[in-house]
């Protein structure tokens, strides 16, 4: 019985555990602070520093939410969640291309930025987010 009852608690500890990384996911991961930063109207974007993202689908759209998906997986992390939301960032460019008869290729670029409302972003006296964290 009480081996039964040992695994039972070592079970649900792990699969408590198996939430974390969502939640350490959701957090900064500090890299950001090598760039400069900005303010642009509310958010707190990246100075001169951008991403890309890439994809292909059967249709333009489709190829262009696959490269947003890509740009944002991949600042997401990098830089953690806050950043990671390509309808934030700043400085957008997207190239489409039909590469073949039934499938186009898109790329994106942009300046990743974070809300202001995003969780760590303090405002400067000025009302401005600061240069660096």
Same mark, same amino acid.
Request: include cysteine; proline fraction near 4%; aromatic fraction near 6%.
């Given at each position: 019985?009480?081996?039964?009852?040992? @695994?039972?608690?070592? +079970?649900?500890?792990?699969? #408590?555990?198996?939430?974390?990384?969502?939640? @350490?996911?959701?957090?900064?991961?500090?890299?950001?602070?090598?760039?400069?930063? @900005?303010?642009?109207? &509310?958010?707190?974007?990246?100075?001169?520093?951008?991403?890309?993202? =890439?994809?292909? #689908?059967?249709?333009?759209?489709?190829?262009?939410? +696959? +490269?947003?998906?890509?740009? %944002?997986?991949?600042?997401?992390?990098?830089?953690?969640?806050?950043?990671? &939301?390509?309808? %934030?960032?700043?400085?957008?460019?997207? =190239?489409?291309?039909?590469?073949?008869?039934?499938?186009?290729?898109?790329?994106? =670029?942009?300046?990743?930025?974070?809300?202001?409302?995003?969780?760590? @972003? &303090?405002?400067?006296?000025?009302?401005?987010?600061? +240069?660096?964290?």
């Amino acid at each position: 019985m009480k081996r039964t009852c040992l @695994v039972a608690a070592g +079970a649900a500890v792990l699969i #408590g555990l198996a939430g974390t990384p969502a939640l @350490v996911q959701a957090q900064e991961t500090g890299l950001a602070s090598i760039h400069s930063w @900005v303010a642009v109207g &509310r958010k707190t974007c990246m100075e001169t520093h951008t991403h890309d993202g =890439n994809g292909t #689908g059967k249709t333009k759209k489709d190829a262009e939410r +696959a +490269a947003i998906q890509s740009w %944002e997986s991949f600042t997401a992390w990098e830089y953690g969640s806050p950043w990671g &939301r390509y309808s %934030e960032s700043v400085s957008k460019t997207v =190239n489409c291309d039909k590469t073949t008869t039934s499938e186009f290729s898109c790329h994106v =670029n942009s300046r990743p930025c974070k809300s202001s409302r995003s969780v760590g @972003v &303090r405002k400067a006296k000025s009302g401005k987010a600061p +240069a660096k964290p």
